[in-house]
Structure formats: structure tokens, C-alpha cells
């Protein structure tokens, strides 16, 4: 079963609304599937799925890069395994976009690259997620549009002290990311060189380039426009402005070739036609988001490059040497989010890097397994590199 990297359950109170407690959306060909999200979830409602816990771990006075400090920050994780005595078997997955902690699981499995029965796999939520701390259920004087504009720096930051207060963990096998993921990915590669075996990053970059800020921006803007929006303090979702925004992301999501071809009809019931699969990514595209969640996590992306890291003075180039971690690097040749392009530059800095794009259709959709066949190619090729990293 596949889950479409950034249509996830999202049970998000608002301030002043409170949204259905089960949301069902089917988006063409990938079917979706709803998840228990109860704290420390024994079974997975996936019969399929791997089995998980799901934990929440709270920071007191966590200051952000802006400047802000939370009086207290949550981090829900996901775990998968068990941590053994050396707690020398952990992989950390970082989430994406608007995902929450499941949404690693097409690479977790016996037979897959991560089997839980031998390793012990943290995934985590990014701030902005609707779980973690996020504008929609942070009090005031930090609610809504009052939430800081938050970092992948800190979301790294958060993650650390998650990994080394709670779980006492102060090394890492590999670190794997997909999309956002992937930039935290390459933060922490910069930001604490020796906390990690390796690195892999799949349809990500360790910087937002300027394409991609002006498409982020205008996605922004379609929400922002509605006029229910007043500025982040709507007291009813802005759905047209969500809307708009889903109508734009999903222009960018897959390839040209991707439509062209009508891989859409791959898997679709009997009757789906092109415009009811518009409609449905339209209106169904983040299921339950927040529009302040879903700014910040925007934000978050746009603002991202490794060389604003501390010590590097806004050099990209610098930041990237100095990573000294063998590194998968995982582009898909398709993806119009983060362009095979950027990750071909970036790959020249990096030191002990692998490049490998993925040879799919499905856009930016490739880096987290969307079909069978991108799933064997994702799953062979991070299996192959854990093992020749390891001997």
C-alpha cells in the first residue's frame, strides 16, 4: 500500500474550530489510509503496517533561531524495534511536509532496507506538523499567526535533545530523509559531523533556491488572499485559500511526463476521469490542515540553507565540504521541487557522496516510493549503501 507523500491525517484543532475526528481521502491511483494516533499506539490500524509507538517529548524554554523562546515545545516521534544495550542500532528518520511520524514505512520491513526486528528507527514530526508544537495548538501569546517562523536548524535542535536527554542516544547509524527530511538530513551533517555513520537524502537539497522560494511564496499567497484569512487570526478555515494553494502544489508534484502519460489512471476506479482527479487533489490534498501549520512548514522550507549554519557566514559551498559522513544523495530525475539539477551542483561539494537519481516519471513523488517500482529502486539502493557503509 502506497501513501501519497504529503496527504496525510491531520487532526488539527483550531482555536475556535474543531475539524472532524476521521478524515478518508483517496487521491487517484495511491489509496490512503488513517493511522491510530493514540500516544504510545501498541498496533498499528494498518493491518500491514509495522508495528509502532507513537511519543511526544516536551522541551522547556526552547529558543528558536528567531530570537523566541517556547516556554515549551513537543516533539511527537514514532519508534519502530527496539533500542538494544549498546543503543548502537538506531537509524533517525525525519519527517516531510505536513507528514506525521508514519510516513517512513514504505522503507520499514523485514524485507525492506530497514528491518525492525534488527534496528531501532525514530521518526520524527517537524514543528508546524499539527502533533508537534504548531500555531494551531499553541496557546497564546504564541498562537496562530504568533508562532515563530521556525528553522530546520531547529527542528534539528529539538531532535537532538530528543535523542540524547530522553533516549540517551549520542550516535546514529544513518540518518534518512525525503524531502524536508532530506534537508534536515544534510543540517545534521553540517551541524554535528560526527553524530551519524551516514546520510541519505531523497528528493531534498541542503538549500531552498530561489525557484523554489518564489514557488513556496505564491502557494503562501493563494492562502493568504482568501479573505477569511485576516492575516492568520480566521475563526473558520480559509478553504478556498487551501484550496488555491492544493491547485498550485499539485502542478509542481508529479512531472509533465507524469500527466502527459495519464499515470493518474493507474490504479483509479473504474470512472475517474482527469478532472475528478484534479478536484480530489484539490480539495483533498492535506486532509484536515491547518493554514497556519501549513505556512509555517512553508516558511520553514523556504528559509532552509546549510550555510547560514553557524561559523559558515552564509556560504553554501563551505558548508557542504564540510560534511564528513558518506552520503547517498537520492534526486528524482523528474522532481520540479528540488531539481535533479540542484543536486548534481551540490553533489560536487560534498566530499564522500554517492549521487544516484531515481529513474522515474513521478516527479518529486519518487523519493518516497509511490510505486513498486520506485520502492525496489529506493529500497535495494539504501540496503546496498547501509552495508557498504557499515563494513
Same mark, same amino acid.
Given at each position: 500500500?502506497?501513501?501519497?507523500?504529503?496527504?496525510?491525517? %491531520?487532526?488539527?484543532?483550531?482555536?475556535?474550530?474543531?475539524?472532524?475526528?476521521?478524515?478518508?481521502?483517496?487521491i487517484a491511483l495511491l489509496t490512503l489510509?488513517?493511522?491510530?494516533?493514540?500516544?504510545?499506539?501498541?498496533?498499528?490500524?494498518?493491518? #500491514?503496517?509495522?508495528?509502532?509507538?507513537?511519543?511526544?517529548?516536551?522541551?522547556?524554554n526552547f529558543k528558536t533561531e528567531s530570537g523566541v523562546t517556547l516556554p515549551q515545545a513537543r516533539i511527537v516521534y514514532g519508534t519502530y524495534g527496539h533500542l538494544n544495550a549498546a543503543k548502537d542500532n538506531v537509524i533517525l528518520m525525519p519527517s516531510h511536509y505536513m507528514a506525521d511520524y508514519h510516513g517512513y514505512e514504505w522503507l520499514i520491513g523485514e524485507k525492506l532496507a530497514l528491518d525492525p526486528d534488527k534496528l531501532f528507527l525514530v521518526t520524527t514530526e517537524m514543528f508546524g506538523s499539527g502533533h508537534s508544537s504548531s500555531p494551531s495548538n499553541t496557546p497564546e501569546p504564541f498562537h496562530g499567526p504568533r508562532f515563530p517562523v521556525t528553522t530546520i536548524r531547529d527542528n534539528v535542535e529539538a531532535v537532538?535533545?530528543?535523542?540524547?536527554?530522553?533516549?540517551?542516544?549520542?550516535?546514529?547509524?544513518?540518518?534518512?530523509?525525503?524531502?524536508?527530511?532530506?534537508?534536515?538530513?544534510?543540517?545534521?551533517?553540517?551541524?554535528?559531523?560526527?553524530?551519524?555513520?551516514?546520510?541519505?537524502?531523497?528528493?531534498?537539497?541542503?538549500?531552498?533556491?530561489?525557484?523554489?522560494?518564489?514557488?513556496?511564496?505564491?502557494?503562501?499567497?493563494?492562502?493568504?488572499?482568501?479573505?477569511?484569512?485576516?492575516?492568520?487570526?480566521?475563526? #473558520?478555515?480559509?478553504?478556498?485559500?487551501?484550496?488555491?494553494f492544493a491547485l498550485i502544489w499539485t502542478a509542481w508534484l508529479y512531472s509533465q511526463e507524469w500527466w502527459r502519460d495519464e499515470l493518474w489512471r493507474e490504479g483509479a476506479k473504474p470512472g475517474t476521469t482527469f478532472e475528478s482527479?484534479?478536484?480530489?487533489? #484539490?480539495?483533498?490534498?492535506?486532509?484536515?490542515?491547518?493554514?497556519?501549520?501549513?505556512?509555517l512548514?512553508?516558511?520553514?522550507?523556504?528559509?532552509?540553507?546549510?550555510?547560514?549554519?553557524?561559523?559558515?557566514?552564509?556560504?553554501? %559551498?563551505?558548508?557542504?565540504?564540510?560534511?564528513?559522513?558518506?552520503?547517498?544523495?537520492?534526486?528524482?530525475?523528474?522532481?520540479?521541487?528540488?531539481?535533479?539539477?540542484?543536486?548534481?551542483?551540490?553533489?560536487a561539494f560534498i566530499p564522500n557522496v554517492t549521487l544516484k537519481p531515481i529513474p522515474s516519471l513521478w516527479g518529486h513523488t519518487a523519493g518516497a516510493a509511490p510505486n513498486d517500482a520506485d520502492s525496489k529502486f529506493l529500497n535495494d539502493a539504501i540496503s546496498k549503501f547501509l552495508r557498504e557503509s557499515s563494513n
Open positions: 500500500m502506497r501513501v501519497l507523500p504529503y496527504a496525510h491525517k %491531520k487532526m488539527i484543532p483550531h482555536k475556535n474550530s474543531i475539524r472532524s475526528a476521521v478524515i478518508t481521502a483517496s489510509f488513517l493511522l491510530a494516533t493514540a500516544t504510545r499506539a501498541q498496533e498499528p490500524s494498518n493491518p #500491514k503496517a509495522p508495528r509502532s509507538e507513537r511519543h511526544e517529548f516536551i522541551i522547556s537532538h535533545h530528543l535523542l540524547v536527554d530522553e533516549l540517551q542516544v549520542t550516535h546514529l547509524r544513518a540518518i534518512i530523509g525525503f524531502s524536508m527530511g532530506a534537508e534536515q538530513a544534510f543540517q545534521w551533517a553540517v551541524s554535528y559531523l560526527a553524530f551519524t555513520d551516514r546520510i541519505v537524502a531523497t528528493s531534498g537539497t541542503a538549500k531552498c533556491y530561489p525557484q523554489g522560494f518564489i514557488r513556496l511564496e505564491s502557494q503562501i499567497n493563494a492562502i493568504a488572499l482568501d479573505a477569511t484569512f485576516k492575516n492568520g487570526d480566521y475563526t #473558520k478555515e480559509p478553504t478556498k485559500g487551501i484550496e488555491a482527479t484534479l478536484n480530489e487533489y #484539490k480539495t483533498n490534498f492535506i486532509p484536515g490542515g491547518d493554514a497556519n501549520d501549513i505556512i512548514q512553508m516558511r520553514t522550507w523556504e528559509r532552509h540553507d546549510v550555510g547560514t549554519t553557524p561559523g559558515f557566514n552564509g556560504d553554501t %559551498k563551505r558548508a557542504l565540504q564540510s560534511i564528513k559522513v558518506p552520503v547517498l544523495y537520492m534526486p528524482s530525475e523528474t522532481d520540479l521541487y528540488f531539481p535533479v539539477g540542484d543536486a548534481r551542483y551540490e553533489s
